[in-house]
């Protein structure tokens, strides 16, 4: 099983395209002084769209990606995209990272430098890794299987990708958001090749399950989710339970499109309110961008819907592969400031084998792209004890 080499080229009937839909734009109306109570500032929004119309600069934030290397293989008949970066040092540790929603591969992009060159940046190079990122299935360059369910199987992909494809038996795997839960499920079903995890947040799918003698903390934390779900939670419900009628809004419209990104990386960040405090234009556009001109919107709601869909043998088989799954992986936790939710020690314990745990001074819920500095210091210092 092997993999091609592959460059991001956009057409330019597709720039030329994005161009006319931003000239045309029908603008809503917006109540006097809601800043971003409503959702997306309209103020913002309009800012930002005149500078992608006028300023930004697709093709040069194309050549800086081209600068990885990329490529792509065929894994269970779906092309899976990623960017493969070798340290110089022989004795580098392997390392997939794996993102969520609504972000993608770009998300650990400042990562990369501090993971393959330590020694640039106050490491050594005792602490190199060799940096894995692929696209989720259904993002960026990413296919999806036609199968329903098919988030369920993305660990067994990537375990294909490392072992088979790229010839690491060994390897260690850090993700978040629905990055956490594919990396769990390395862990639980390829603990023979997986050595740690590290994971920005516990994930979600354990709030399903409650246990009958929570503690006091573990209480205070249900009741935060719970709030969590009542105020900011509804774009899930709606992306897992009418996908399509959503997607054929914002694969139609890239201010609209623009509108729902945008709200989550201001909601999600430690941005003080003001977005550009943790991500500039450049960053939000491309990531945009890219779900624009791949086209992925629909398929990028897929882990929501599976979720959501997930028949009652679905549910059974994982529940059995959580028992003969293994729990030894040694497994640390780094939960950024502004974190969505900071679950007590004690409720991750329950389904992991917690050998660290830290919670960071400043940044959000796109840790890595906001802080890729504090990220890698725990990443080198969790992962030292498993080299």
Known sequence: MSAKQFQINIPESSMSDLQRRLKRTRWPDELNNTDWEYGTNLSYLKELTDYWQHEYDWRAQERKLNEWPHYKAIIDEQEIHFIHIKSKSPNALPIILTHGWPDSFLRFEKLIPFLTTPEAFGGTTSDSFDVVIPSLPGFAFSTLADSPGSFFNIHNLWATLMSDVLGYDKFVAHGGDWGSTITEHLARSHSNHVLGIHLTDVPFLHTFQKPNDPSESEKKYFEEIEQYQMKENAYAMIQGTRPHTLAAGLSDSPVGLAAWILEKFYTMSDCDGDVENSFTKDELLTNIS??????????????????????????????VKDWTGSS???????????????????????????????????????????????????????????R
């Open 290 to 319: 890219l779900y624009w001109y791949t086209q992925t919107v629909p398929s990028s709601f897929t882990p929501y819907y599976d979720i959501l869909h997930a028949n009652a043998f679905t549910w059974i088989g994982e529940k």
């Open 328 to 386: 030894s992986v040694p497994a640390g936790f780094a939960f950024f400031a502004k974190e969505n939710s900071h679950p007590p020690r004690e409720w991750a314990a329950r389904f992991f084998n917690v050998q660290r745990w830290t919670t960071l001074p400043k940044g959000g819920h796109f840790g890595a792209l906001e802080e890729p500095k504090l990220l890698a210091n725990e990443l080198r210092e969790f992962f030292r004890r498993v």
